[in-house]
């Protein structure tokens, strides 16, 4: 969401690749994923789990992000000038009365936020990553993602 400048992305995200990568592996992903769905799911809900159901979701991954990025830069492009206005108006009127200095302090917050990626989040993203290149026999057996 941000340039390694800090500030904002100034483009969205293409997730043109992602759907390309997709496509590409589209028959060994539906696969994969049966056993990540299919294993231990309720039988009464074993429709939201058939091969038609997984091909769907995979299929419409890439569309799906693309509108949760879009969200998230509409709320951080948002934010970031809420920033700067109250910026600009504690520089004219030297203070913020306390709603403005409030909603200044929730902005910051949530601009720290998605400026930040704990190691946590990318350990997770990384895992699956690496799982499915170790299963795969790709990546270098899953440790290596260059």
Not at 16 to 25: E, F, G, H, T, V
Not at 45 to 72: I, P, Q, S, W, Y
Not at 80 to 85: A, I
Request: aromatic share 8%; with cysteine.
């Amino acid at each position: 969401m941000f340039e390694p400048t800090g500030q904002p992305r100034t483009v969205p995200f293409d997730v043109a690749p992602l759907a390309q990568l997709i496509a590409r592996n589209r028959s060994d992903l539906v696969e994969f994923i049966v056993g990540i769905f299919q294993q231990g799911w309720p039988s009464i809900d074993a429709e939201v789990t058939t091969e038609a159901a997984r091909a769907a979701h995979l299929d419409g991954m890439a569309n799906d992000l693309a509108v949760v990025l879009k969200r998230l830069r509409r709320r951080l492009l948002w934010a970031f000038r809420e920033v700067q206005r109250l910026d600009r108006k504690r520089d004219e009127e030297a203070t913020l009365d306390h709603e403005d200095e409030a909603h200044f302090r929730r902005c910051d917050r949530f601009l720290m936020h998605q400026s930040q990626i704990s190691d946590e989040e990318e350990f997770r993203f990384q895992m699956s990553v690496a799982t499915y290149g170790r299963e795969q026999g790709r990546h270098n057996g899953g440790t290596m993602l260059g």
